[in-house]
């Protein structure tokens, strides 16, 4: 299966989270970065628009101010950090981070790691996490899997299978005792908790299932 990161991927409409666009509709706007170097930062944009708040494109240090919280899309890691590098962007990243919540999907996952391997990269170490890249093959070997959430990720967001989109997915190879696992692929982390921070191999911006952005949006909130 050949899927194209751009477009979202329609779902059968079950267990999208609609309790979280209805809790977030009606408070005040969130300011929710999104970092736009590289990826598919667009898809991003729009379900944070769809769920009532404001999405800010990232792509200078100056873009950072006034924001609740960042997402780190998808994408490729070596031109993201370098892109990163070439804008000035790492070290005020990670100055924000230590301030405000941050959500990583695939490739975003990978640089909120402690440690990267096959082959080993540097990253932001924001979560206690071994990430091993493109673990899941080759985007031939994308796909779309339905996934039985966990109690808390059900308690915290809506009942429901929640529609993953895997696209030359890492693996997360281990978890710290700081990090709590949110979402399994079978045996493996696909969405993992620390503090503040969020990080998730799959791309919930290409289903229609708004649960993540929604949690994120709730840790944003009560971080503030």
Same mark, same amino acid.
């Given at each position: 299966?050949?899927?194209?990161?751009? /477009?979202?991927?329609?779902?059968?409409? $079950?267990?999208?989270?609609?309790?979280?666009?209805?809790?977030?509709?009606?408070?005040? $706007?969130?300011?929710?970065?999104?970092?736009?170097?590289?990826?598919?930062?667009?898809?991003? #944009?729009? @379900? @944070?628009?769809?769920?009532?708040?404001?999405? +800010?494109?990232?792509?200078?240090?100056?873009?950072?101010?006034?924001?609740?919280?960042? &997402? &780190?899309? #998808?994408?490729?890691?070596?031109?993201?950090? /370098?892109?990163?590098?070439?804008?000035?962007?790492?070290?005020?990243?990670?100055?924000?981070?230590?301030?405000?919540?941050?959500?990583?999907?695939?490739?975003?996952?990978?640089?909120?790691?402690?440690?990267?391997?096959?082959?080993?990269?540097?990253?932001?170490?924001?979560?206690?996490?071994?990430?091993?890249?493109?673990?899941?093959?080759?985007?031939?070997?994308? $796909?779309?899997?339905?996934?039985?959430?966990?109690?808390?990720? @059900?308690?915290?967001?809506?009942?429901?299978?929640?529609?993953?989109?895997?696209?030359?997915?890492?693996?997360?190879?281990? +978890?710290?005792?700081?990090?709590?696992?949110?979402?399994?692929?079978?045996?493996?982390?696909?969405? @993992?908790?620390?503090?503040?921070?969020?990080?998730?191999?799959?791309?919930?911006?290409?289903?229609?299932?708004?649960?993540?952005?929604?949690?994120?949006?709730? /840790? &944003?909130? $009560?971080?503030?």
């Amino acid at each position: 299966m050949r899927l194209n990161c751009s /477009k979202p991927v329609a779902g059968n409409g $079950s267990g999208t989270g609609s309790s979280a666009l209805s809790s977030t509709s009606a408070l005040s $706007s969130i300011k929710v970065g999104i970092l736009a170097l590289q990826g598919d930062f667009e898809a991003h #944009g729009r @379900v @944070v628009e769809e769920l009532g708040h404001q999405p +800010v494109y990232v792509r200078q240090e100056r873009e950072l101010r006034g924001l609740d919280g960042l &997402i &780190i899309p #998808g994408g490729e890691t070596t031109t993201m950090l /370098k892109l990163l590098q070439d804008e000035g962007l790492f070290d005020p990243l990670m100055q924000f981070a230590e301030r405000h919540p941050v959500m990583g999907t695939c490739a975003g996952s990978i640089l909120m790691a402690k440690e990267v391997v096959s082959p080993a990269q540097n990253s932001f170490g924001w979560m206690d996490l071994t990430v091993e890249r493109n673990a899941y093959g080759r985007q031939a070997r994308s $796909s779309i899997r339905s996934i039985e959430p966990t109690p808390e990720f @059900v308690e915290r967001t809506a009942p429901g299978r929640l529609e993953a989109v895997f696209i030359r997915a890492p693996i997360i190879r281990h +978890v710290g005792e700081a990090a709590a696992v949110l979402l399994r692929d079978g045996s493996n982390p696909i969405l @993992v908790e620390q503090g503040r921070h969020l990080a998730a191999t799959f791309h919930p911006e290409l289903s229609k299932d708004r649960r993540l952005h929604g949690l994120f949006l709730d /840790k &944003i909130r $009560s971080s503030g």
